[in-house]
Protein backbone atom coordinates (compact mmCIF):
# COMPACT_ATOMS: atom_id res chain seq x y z
CA UNK A 1 0.00 0.00 0.00
CA UNK A 2 1.44 3.38 -1.31
CA UNK A 3 2.44 5.56 2.22
CA UNK A 4 0.22 8.67 0.66
CA UNK A 5 -2.92 6.49 0.56
CA UNK A 6 -2.34 5.80 4.07
CA UNK A 7 -1.96 9.19 4.88
CA UNK A 8 -4.93 9.78 2.73
CA UNK A 9 -6.92 7.65 4.28
CA UNK A 10 -5.97 8.57 7.94
CA UNK A 11 -6.96 12.23 7.35
CA UNK A 12 -10.16 10.76 6.53
CA UNK A 13 -10.03 9.34 10.44
CA UNK A 14 -8.68 12.01 12.04
CA UNK A 15 -11.13 13.14 14.00
CA UNK A 16 -12.23 10.28 15.05
CA UNK A 17 -8.22 9.29 16.13
CA UNK A 18 -8.27 12.99 17.91
CA UNK A 19 -11.06 12.32 20.05
CA UNK A 20 -10.38 8.37 21.04
CA UNK A 21 -6.66 9.31 21.58
CA UNK A 22 -8.10 12.56 24.21
CA UNK A 23 -10.25 10.32 25.64
CA UNK A 24 -7.83 7.53 26.27
CA UNK A 25 -5.53 10.00 27.49
CA UNK A 26 -7.68 11.36 29.55
CA UNK A 27 -8.86 7.88 31.19
CA UNK A 28 -4.51 7.08 31.63
CA UNK A 29 -4.44 10.26 33.40
CA UNK A 30 -7.45 10.16 35.56
CA UNK A 31 -8.56 6.84 35.64
CA UNK A 32 -11.22 4.32 34.63
CA UNK A 33 -13.66 6.27 36.86
CA UNK A 34 -12.93 9.61 35.53
CA UNK A 35 -13.79 8.51 32.27
CA UNK A 36 -17.12 6.72 33.20
CA UNK A 37 -18.27 9.86 34.93
CA UNK A 38 -17.90 11.56 31.28
CA UNK A 39 -19.68 9.16 29.70
CA UNK A 40 -22.55 9.16 32.30
CA UNK A 41 -22.41 13.55 32.48
CA UNK A 42 -22.62 13.42 28.48
CA UNK A 43 -25.86 11.31 28.57
CA UNK A 44 -27.54 14.09 31.04
CA UNK A 45 -26.20 17.09 29.57
CA UNK A 46 -27.99 16.00 26.06
CA UNK A 47 -31.22 15.72 28.32
CA UNK A 48 -30.65 19.10 29.74
CA UNK A 49 -29.64 20.80 26.32
CA UNK A 50 -32.21 19.54 24.58
CA UNK A 51 -35.00 21.76 26.87
CA UNK A 52 -33.01 24.45 27.47
CA UNK A 53 -34.98 27.26 27.62
CA UNK A 54 -32.06 30.03 27.21
CA UNK A 55 -30.25 29.00 24.24
CA UNK A 56 -31.75 32.35 21.89
CA UNK A 57 -30.66 34.88 24.70
CA UNK A 58 -27.31 32.94 24.81
CA UNK A 59 -26.72 32.89 21.20
CA UNK A 60 -27.81 36.80 21.19
CA UNK A 61 -25.22 37.93 23.56
CA UNK A 62 -22.07 35.46 22.68
CA UNK A 63 -22.24 35.11 19.11
CA UNK A 64 -21.21 38.46 16.55
CA UNK A 65 -23.31 37.07 13.80
CA UNK A 66 -24.15 33.12 12.36
CA UNK A 67 -20.61 31.89 12.84
CA UNK A 68 -20.73 32.67 16.74
CA UNK A 69 -23.93 30.43 17.34
CA UNK A 70 -22.65 26.58 17.05
CA UNK A 71 -19.62 27.58 19.23
CA UNK A 72 -22.40 29.33 22.10
CA UNK A 73 -24.09 26.17 21.58
CA UNK A 74 -20.73 24.13 21.95
CA UNK A 75 -19.63 26.21 25.23
CA UNK A 76 -23.50 26.05 26.53
CA UNK A 77 -23.39 22.10 26.20
CA UNK A 78 -19.79 22.14 27.60
CA UNK A 79 -21.05 23.65 30.88
CA UNK A 80 -24.00 21.44 31.25
CA UNK A 81 -21.24 18.28 30.71
CA UNK A 82 -18.82 19.41 33.39
CA UNK A 83 -21.08 19.82 35.67
CA UNK A 84 -22.74 16.98 35.29
CA UNK A 85 -19.49 14.80 35.07
CA UNK A 86 -18.69 16.78 38.37
CA UNK A 87 -21.87 15.79 40.03
CA UNK A 88 -20.88 12.20 39.03
CA UNK A 89 -17.68 12.17 40.26
CA UNK A 90 -19.28 12.94 43.90
CA UNK A 91 -21.55 9.85 43.52
CA UNK A 92 -19.79 7.37 41.91
CA UNK A 93 -17.51 5.68 45.29
CA UNK A 94 -13.27 5.98 44.54
CA UNK A 95 -10.83 3.92 43.94
CA UNK A 96 -7.35 4.77 43.45
CA UNK A 97 -5.76 1.43 42.55
CA UNK A 98 -7.83 1.82 39.25
CA UNK A 99 -5.53 4.53 37.96
CA UNK A 100 -2.81 2.16 37.06
CA UNK A 101 -4.72 -0.76 36.08
CA UNK A 102 -6.74 -2.28 33.31
CA UNK A 103 -5.33 -0.79 30.14
CA UNK A 104 -7.73 -2.88 28.00
CA UNK A 105 -10.83 -1.82 30.26
CA UNK A 106 -9.30 1.87 29.51
CA UNK A 107 -9.57 1.47 25.43
CA UNK A 108 -12.87 0.01 25.69
CA UNK A 109 -14.53 3.03 27.66
CA UNK A 110 -11.95 5.58 25.57
CA UNK A 111 -13.97 3.90 22.28
CA UNK A 112 -17.31 4.17 23.88
CA UNK A 113 -16.81 7.85 24.46
CA UNK A 114 -15.31 8.28 21.29
CA UNK A 115 -18.89 6.83 19.58
CA UNK A 116 -20.95 8.98 22.11
CA UNK A 117 -18.77 12.40 21.79
CA UNK A 118 -18.85 11.69 17.71
CA UNK A 119 -22.79 10.40 18.10
CA UNK A 120 -23.50 14.13 19.39
CA UNK A 121 -21.58 16.25 17.36
CA UNK A 122 -23.59 14.98 14.16
CA UNK A 123 -26.87 14.81 15.84
CA UNK A 124 -27.25 17.52 18.80
CA UNK A 125 -24.12 19.79 18.66
CA UNK A 126 -23.58 21.84 15.54
CA UNK A 127 -19.63 20.66 15.27
CA UNK A 128 -20.55 19.86 11.31
CA UNK A 129 -20.78 23.30 10.70
CA UNK A 130 -17.80 24.13 11.84
CA UNK A 131 -15.59 21.64 10.39
CA UNK A 132 -16.24 18.56 8.36
CA UNK A 133 -14.72 15.60 9.76
CA UNK A 134 -14.74 13.71 6.48
CA UNK A 135 -16.89 11.50 4.56
CA UNK A 136 -15.89 8.24 5.97
CA UNK A 137 -16.71 9.42 9.68
CA UNK A 138 -19.70 10.89 8.50
CA UNK A 139 -21.13 7.44 6.73
CA UNK A 140 -20.44 5.36 10.43
CA UNK A 141 -22.13 8.55 12.61
CA UNK A 142 -24.61 11.07 10.60
CA UNK A 143 -27.33 8.69 9.57
CA UNK A 144 -29.94 9.74 11.52
CA UNK A 145 -31.37 5.99 12.36
CA UNK A 146 -28.47 5.60 13.54
CA UNK A 147 -28.43 7.71 17.09
CA UNK A 148 -30.77 5.58 18.52
CA UNK A 149 -27.92 2.74 18.58
CA UNK A 150 -24.96 4.95 18.84
CA UNK A 151 -26.42 6.06 22.15
CA UNK A 152 -27.46 2.70 23.40
CA UNK A 153 -23.86 1.26 22.35
CA UNK A 154 -22.16 3.18 25.35
CA UNK A 155 -24.51 2.42 27.75
CA UNK A 156 -24.71 -1.30 27.03
CA UNK A 157 -21.33 -1.11 27.18
CA UNK A 158 -21.19 0.09 30.77
CA UNK A 159 -23.82 -2.31 31.64
CA UNK A 160 -20.88 -5.10 30.91
CA UNK A 161 -17.52 -3.57 32.12
Given at each position: ????????????FLPL????????????????????????????????????????????????????????????????????????????????????????????????????????????LPVT??????????????PPQY???????????????
Amino acid sequence: MDVYALLAYAKEFLPLIVVFGALLAYAAIRGNRALITLLLGLYIALLVSLKFPYYDAIYGVLSRGESGAPIAAIIVFVIFTVLATLLFGRLLPRDYREIYEGVPKKILLAVLATILVMAYSYHVLPVTALFDPGSAVGALFSPPQYFFWLLLLPLIGLFFI
